[in-house]
Antibody, heavy 116, light 110 residues
Framework: EVQLVESGGGLIQPGGSLRLSCAAS????????MTWVRQAPGKGLEWVSY???????FYADSVRGRFSISRDNSKNTLYLQVNSLRAEDTAVYYC??????????WGQGTLVTVSS | QTVVTQEPSFSVSPGGTATLTCGLS?????????PSWYQQTPGQAPRTLIY???TRSSGVPDRFSGSILGNKAALTITGAQADDESDYYC??????????FGGGTKLTVL
């Protein structure tokens, strides 16, 4: 059974950093395309970042230069390093597997709150 | 900057048909954008309904269908039920690893 479990969210001051994790089971992260999507409170979904199985990475303009997607093959885990956080980065962050041009499996999300 | 447009809200009567659309601020949506559709209820993660324009995800009832209508992608729900009341999002693949979500449509069944 495919499962994705995010962790690492929390309350962080503006300008701070966090590393979000997405532990996968039932498939291999390193062989998959993976993505991060976020949702600000009461708002819609926003695509954040994407990683190819080959390792190429892509970012939304709103986070490029501040966020970094990576993975640890030995732990079958996807990461999102989020730096220079702003109030507008407050959101639930979801990881999802991308397969056949869809996001077919999603985690339950982890909440990041940026506030002083 | 590419903006993906969706109706902010849509109402349908029980048993009726709802067609939600997904367009581009400039240009037309085609199958080359691989439109997909997701359903989300409050407090839950999104659920995949349709991908690659018109392929239903596993377990999705055939009341849900996807298509291209004119210059937009469309999600059609036939025989709407009370538990279809949710937020619906489309996402388009722009190529080169870049995706864009629409703003979402809040569907009311009443």
């Amino acid at each position: 059974e495919v499962q994705l479990v995010e962790s690492g969210g929390g309350l962080i001051q503006p300008g701070g950093s966090l590393r979000l994790s997405c532990a996968a089971s039932g498939f291999t992260v390193s062989s998959s395309y993976m993505t991060w999507v976020r949702q600000a409170p009461g708002k819609g979904l926003e695509w954040v970042s994407y990683i190819y199985s080959g390792g190429s990475t892509f970012y939304a303009d709103s986070v490029r230069g501040r966020f970094s997607i990576s993975r640890d093959n030995s732990k079958n885990t996807l990461y999102l390093q989020v730096n220079s956080l702003r109030a507008e980065d407050t959101a639930v962050y979801y990881c999802a597997r991308a397969y056949d041009y869809s996001f077919d499996y999603w985690g339950q999300g982890t909440l990041v709150t940026v506030s002083s | 900057q590419t903006v993906v447009t969706q109706e902010p809200s849509f109402s349908v009567s029980p048993g009726g048909t709802a067609t939600l659309t997904c367009g581009l601020s400039s240009g037309s949506v085609s199958t080359s954008y691989y439109p997909s559709w997701y359903q989300q209820t409050p407090g839950q993660a999104p659920r995949t309904l349709i991908y690659k324009t018109n392929t239903r995800s596993s377990g999705v009832p055939d009341r849900f269908s996807g298509s291209i209508l004119g210059n937009k992608a469309a999600l059609t729900i036939t025989g709407a039920q009370a538990d279809d009341e949710s937020d619906y999002y489309c996402v388009l693949y722009l190529g080169s690893g870049v995706w864009v979500f629409g703003g979402g449509t809040k569907l009311t069944v009443l």
